[in-house]
Antibody, heavy 123, light 107 residues
Framework: QVQLVQTGAEVKEPGASVKVSCKASGYTFSDYYIHWVRQAPGQGLEWMGWVLPNSGGTEFAQRFQGVVTMTRDTSISTAYMELSRLRSDDTAVYYC????????????????WGQGTMVTVSS | DIVLTQSPGTLSLSPGERATLSCRASQSVSSNNLAWYQQKPGQAPSLLIYGASSRATGIPDRFSGSGSGTDFTLTISRLEPEDFAVYYCHQYHSSRTFGQGTKVEIK
């Protein structure tokens, strides 16, 4: 079936970086945008940006410019989100989600979500 | 960025009752690029409604979405025990933003 499977929980110190992976299966990875969304404990959802697997193109929410990198490896159908200069308020569950198909005119909702990766930033 | 404001913050209802959730946008969301998600504790969000009123695959017809422009509504016609959860609206017209969520809890 169509699914996104993410790596396990991470614990990092302030100032470090974390890289979360998201492996797609059940569909053609290069055909769909992958978005990243985070959720701090007890809080709502925050969109971070997207990566387009077929080109590597990216777009980020303004608040993450300069601290986030989104990449992909099409040979293993995996997308990556790396967040640098971690702070305690980056403690959150990070989700990947499937967005629009590249051949679709306009944008679409996120129809498939990964299970989430808990990232804890603590000294 | 388009700000989405959901109301109420919490809705206390009994199984079998009707739930009406509101999502108001700070500017018009054209082409009805508005979705609703359900999230249960410890789980990822799951898509319920897209395009303001279209149900996602496998979503029962007790869930319905309506609205246009800046005002959108999610209605659950008769609450089932599994419907008690947090619901988020999401606009994908201009960049992407989410509302802060409405918790539907058992009264």
């Amino acid at each position: 079936q169509v699914q996104l499977v993410q790596t396990g929980a991470e614990v990092k110190e302030p100032g470090a970086s974390v890289k979360v992976s998201c492996k797609a299966s059940g569909y053609t990875f290069s055909d769909y945008y992958i978005h990243w969304v985070r959720q701090a404990p007890g809080q709502g959802l925050e969109w971070m940006g997207w990566v387009l697997p077929n080109s590597g193109g990216t777009e980020f929410a303004q608040r993450f410019q300069g601290v986030v990198t989104m990449t992909r490896d099409t040979s293993i159908s995996t997308a990556y989100m790396e967040l640098s200069r971690l702070r305690s308020d980056d403690t959150a569950v990070y989700y990947c989600a499937r967005g629009s198909r590249v051949t679709t005119t306009g944008t679409t909702a996120f129809d498939i979500w990964g299970q989430g990766t808990m990232v804890t930033v603590s000294s | 960025d388009i700000v989405l404001t959901q109301s109420p913050g919490t809705l206390s209802l009994s199984p079998g009752e009707r739930a009406t959730l509101s999502c108001r946008a700070s500017q018009s969301v054209s082409s009805n690029n508005l979705a609703w998600y359900q999230q249960k504790p410890g789980q990822a969000p799951s898509l319920l409604i897209y395009g303001a009123s279209s149900r996602a695959t496998g979503i029962p017809d007790r869930f319905s979405g309506s609205g246009s422009g800046t005002d959108f509504t999610l209605t659950i016609s008769r609450l089932e025990p599994e419907d008690f959860a947090v619901y988020y609206c999401h606009q994908y017209h201009s960049s992407r933003t989410f509302g802060q969520g409405t918790k539907v809890e058992i009264k």
